[in-house]
């Protein structure tokens, strides 16, 4: 394990820990994804990227039925461990979903490689990220698999990331690599970080 490995697993480990503890995240929730929803550059997409929460993570499954009544193209991740990356999908009704790798809600196996299901990561104008910790500048910590590494590296320039989080997630500053992009925005109960965007 390098030094950076070994910084960002205690973070990570800080981090879970502190949003395990943090009460009330139903409420907590709500707050961050209205802030999300409310995002100008929300309003003007065409296609946006969701993630299903899973464990401890903000809680978006409750705003997915109302995401999928506004109109937009709603697309949701799912890990192709094959290919070692995130497949992306076109969601239109939550029975497409079923419980897959790391109990994560994902798209039926049968339905995922479908014309007109595939997404490429250059048609994604936002894209809603999720993670273990991030700081002020927009830095991120995942859950090490560097699944999300592999997307945002291929997303459009002008595409809006947006890590979203509970405040007790958020540290001074994060470890980060050549490889880690940095959000240009974060969302909280709380606040809303203007990071440094993927240029940073």
Same mark, same amino acid.
């Given at each position: 394990? *390098? ?15 502190? +949003? ?16 999300? &929803? ?21 809680? &978006? ?12 193209? %709603? ?18 009704? %939550? ?7 790391? +109990?994560?809600?994902?798209? +039926? ?25 991030? /700081? ?21 320039? /002008?595409?809006?990331?947006?890590? %979203?989080?509970? /405040?007790?997630?958020?540290? /001074? ?13 974060? %969302? *909280? ?12």
């Amino acid at each position: 394990m *390098t030094d950076l490995d070994s910084a960002k697993a205690v973070v990570r480990e800080r981090c879970r820990k502190a +949003r395990a503890a943090r009460p009330d995240k139903d409420a907590a929730s709500r707050a961050i994804v209205a802030a999300f &929803t409310a995002l100008p550059a929300y309003a003007d997409a065409r296609t946006v990227m969701w993630y299903v929460d899973a464990g401890g993570e903000v809680r &978006t499954r409750p705003a997915l039925p109302a995401a999928l009544a506004d109109g937009k193209r %709603l697309v949701v991740p799912w890990c192709d461990g094959e290919a070692n990356e995130l497949g992306l999908f076109h969601l239109e009704d %939550l029975g497409e979903l079923v419980e897959g790798a790391y +109990r994560i809600l994902e798209p +039926r196996e049968e339905l995922r490689r479908l014309s007109g299901k595939v997404v490429r990561p250059d048609e994604l104008d936002v894209v809603m990220v999720p993670g273990v910790a991030f /700081d002020p500048r927009g830095g991120r910590v995942g859950q090490g698999r560097g699944y999300y590494d592999w997307l945002l590296a291929r997303l459009r320039a /002008d595409a809006e990331v947006v890590g %979203l989080a509970f /405040d007790c997630q958020v540290v /001074d500053e994060v470890p980060v690599g050549p490889r880690d992009v940095f959000m240009g925005l974060v %969302l *909280t109960e709380k606040r809303v970080l203007r990071g440094r965007g993927r240029g940073g």
